[in-house]
């Protein structure tokens, strides 16, 4: 099956191999987010053995090396692009470095691409490339595009002048991946019931805006241009689809240790070890899939992870007889802890369990000590509708207000219990709510949490004029005889997992969840009829066709690890291909505490990603060759201990009135040095040598979309050239 980072991993390769100056030897510069995009999928040794001899960052200051030619892998952002103008003055008889090739990650936008192409710069560059690769790895089925703050501008009232960029930018960055993975897949989307206060309708119009992205995209690139939808499918979802994943303790190895334990952005973990003078010292270290064993058991039930643990290491014992003594079998962690300080041979084997020994210890301690047992079999309750018996709960109040009063119980625990048992009772009387804040003493600041539930579709309100809600639920709980349920702490599913499942199956509601398009359907459909969706006849309705292809999930407002979790264990027991992802992960802690501000926006503006820009003289270059015996060594510009995702969210450009940032711009089809991987672009030359940027296929898709800039072209290397579309 597909691995996005094994993907991603090789387009970044293969972009830098690609470019083989005459010294052999080249130079990287990465931005503050295409180091983490870098850093998300390759290893620093991976891009220093490509003839790398230095990979620096674009906003420190930088030794000048005229000697040497540069690879700038950029943001196509205005921060960057004027960073790699300063590389190279007009006021100066050479620039930072010989020559330039630029990729960019994502198309650039026309004014920035005049700019560029207007400036001293240009005639330094050798190399200007568009690789669509605007996101970041997670997990060899996850990605991400690390904005956490798009759960704000989504759904937060204050927002809603910065919602249509939002969206452009989401769909734009939805066509990198989709141009990695070199799909062209049809696009379905959550529609759910209307309502009055027509909320809820964002998977509707990022899918609408993704349809236009793509089908622009696919007509200005040579390598699929007269291509078909229907290579695989995207499901376009948001997070007002399924709250309560969110919200409800999950009991699993990884989703447990990140709701529970202070773990960086997914993948650092900071605890305190004694070492050898018998002192304690602080240990980090970094958990993603390169960790084996973790790889066994990061989906286990916490119960099942102490004895997978036990059992792993007993097998490691037997298969290396130099370790076996006489007490060679342990039975506890206790015990393995003990034997692996005996083996200073196998440090970094030694390193990996005693990691998860303690981080496995850890959340047992937190389960007990906190009451989560009990407690999760009444969040179980409110989240199933059923019992553990597969009854209707009737004492659930009853059975909620001991942990209310609890003062063990935490404050966070509470206000998740509360959360689920408004969501469950479909609302609750404004005296009633007031009531239970006060019993569990929760403050107004997390009331505020509860209420704001309500922009993301939840009816808090019971009574009054407006009534208690009598929708259907989008997916009443059906308990099935042969149903597993192994943990009486489990037994919610993720409505995620059941779209996904009943899509593969070919049950899904088409009304419920429509594609964009017509769905695609077996060969024997009449290959004539038009890919616009039209009215069709019962008798002409046929079943989707999703047998073999691949699956993209997109959850628009964060993805959580229960519901990556589910994507995992459907790719097993199905047999099929399926990647997931989302604006960014959350935990039931970042998730409430953005609920917390939703109303008003973040407490604190999130800091940009990439600096703003400053101008600052460049340093004096160095004169004369530099031969590979006096290259500098090999530098990552991140810290050892860091990986790809840590830091703060993407930075998104302010345009004029809320318009998106970085539109697409069309590339000429018909270079002849462009490379073979589907979704890269090269923008090429006239024969005076100056950077073209061709015209138009596409009409403007709206007068509004266009930046006031981006209206007029001065300068004679820049021609005038119709907006795109569906990019702009």
């Not at 376009?236 to 529970?260: C, G, P």
């Not at 650092?268 to 790889?295: A, C, H, P, W």
């Amino acid at each position: 099956m597909t691995s996005v980072t094994k993907v991603l991993h090789d387009r970044i390769l293969e972009s830098i191999d690609a470019i083989q100056p005459a010294e052999r030897y080249k130079i990287v510069v990465l931005d503050a987010k295409t180091n983490k995009i870098v850093l998300s999928a390759c290893k620093m040794f991976d891009i220093m053995d490509r003839n790398v001899t230095l990979v620096e960052m674009l906003e420190k200051q930088r030794q000048a090396y005229t000697s040497l030619e540069a690879v700038y892998l950029l943001t196509p952002c205005m921060e960057s692009v004027q960073r790699l103008m300063d590389d190279y003055p007009s006021d100066s008889p050479t620039g930072k470095y010989k020559a330039a090739h630029i990729l960019f990650t994502a198309p650039l936008e026309d004014r920035l691409f005049n700019s560029l192409t207007q400036s001293p710069v240009s005639k330094y560059i050798k190399t200007l490339k568009e690789l669509f690769i605007d996101f970041t790895a997670i997990e060899s089925r996850v990605f991400s595009f690390e904005s956490p703050s798009s759960f704000y501008t989504l759904y937060s009232p204050s927002k809603k002048a910065e919602l249509s960029a939002e969206m452009d930018s989401i769909a734009k960055q939805l066509v990198s991946v989709i141009a990695t993975m070199g799909d062209y897949p049809s696009i379905r989307y959550f529609r759910p019931p209307e309502t009055e206060d027509g909320k809820r309708t964002h998977s509707m119009k990022l899918a609408m805006l993704l349809q236009s992205e793509l089908e622009a995209y696919m007509r200005s690139n040579q390598d699929t241009a007269g291509r078909q939808q229907g290579q695989g499918t995207i499901l376009i979802l948001d997070r007002s689809i399924d709250v309560t994943a969110a919200i409800v303790h999950e009991f699993t190895y990884q989703a447990m240790a990140n709701d529970l334990l202070p773990i960086e952005d997914g993948t650092k973990y900071t605890y305190e070890v004694e070492n050898e003078r018998g002192e304690n010292e602080q240990l980090s270290v970094v958990i993603d899939e390169s960790d084996q064993v973790f790889m066994e058991i990061r989906h286990a039930h916490i119960v099942e992870t102490a004895s997978t643990l036990t059992s792993k290491f007993n097998k490691f014992v037997e298969e290396n007889e130099a370790l076996r003594g006489e007490k060679d079998k342990v039975a506890s962690l206790r015990n393995m802890k003990d034997q692996l300080a005996n083996l200073p041979q196998f440090q970094d084997l030694k390193g990996k369990y005693s990691t998860h020994i303690h981080m496995a210890k850890e959340c047992m301690k937190i389960f007990e000590k906190f009451k989560i047992n009990e407690l999760g079999l009444v969040e179980q309750q409110l989240a199933t509708g059923e019992t553990v018996d597969g009854h209707l709960p009737k004492q659930v109040l009853a059975e909620m207000a001991p942990f209310l009063d609890d003062p063990i119980v935490s404050t966070m625990d509470k206000i998740r219990l509360l959360m689920l048992y408004v969501i469950c009772r479909g609302g609750l009387r404004a005296d009633d709510r007031e009531q239970l804040y006060q019993h569990a003493k929760i403050s107004d600041g997390n009331a505020e949490a509860i209420r704001n539930l309500a922009l993301l579709g939840i009816n808090i309100e019971r009574g009054g004029a407006a009534g208690r809600s009598k929708k259907k639920p989008f997916y009443p709980r059906k308990r099935l005889e042969d149903e597993e349920q192994p943990y009486d702490l489990s037994r919610y599913i993720t409505k995620v997992k059941k779209v996904v499942e009943e899509h593969i199956n070919g049950t899904l509601d088409t009304t419920m969840y429509p594609y964009t398009t017509e769905a695609p359907v077996d060969s024997a459909t009449d290959s004539t009829k038009s890919l616009r969706k039209t009215a069709q006849t019962t008798w002409d309705k046929k079943k989707p066709s999703v047998k073999g292809s691949r699956l993209m999930v997109f959850i628009a407002g964060g993805v959580t690890y229960s519901e990556i979790r589910a994507m995992h264990e459907l790719c097993q027991s199905m047999g099929r291909d399926i990647i997931i992802g989302s604006t960014h992960i959350i935990t039931p802690r970042q998730f409430i505490y953005s609920l917390r501000h939703l109303a008003h926006g973040p407490a604190r503006p999130p800091l940009p990603l990439i600096p703003p820009y400053k101008s600052v003289r460049p340093p004096a270059s160095t004169n004369g060759p530099m031969p590979p015996s006096q290259r500098p060594p090999p530098h990552s510009p991140s810290h050892p201990s860091s990986r790809p995702g840590q830091g703060p969210p993407p930075p998104r450009p302010t345009y004029p009135q809320g318009q998106p940032s970085s539109p697409h711009r069309p590339v000429t089809p018909n270079y002849p040095g462009a490379p073979s991987s589907g979704g890269m672009r090269t923008i090429q030359k006239d024969a005076s040598g100056r950077f073209v940027a061709p015209s138009s296929p596409n009409p403007p898709r709206s007068p509004a979309h266009a930046p006031p800039q981006q209206q007029q072209y001065g300068g004679d290397q820049a021609p005038q050239k119709k907006k795109m579309f569906g990019f702009i």
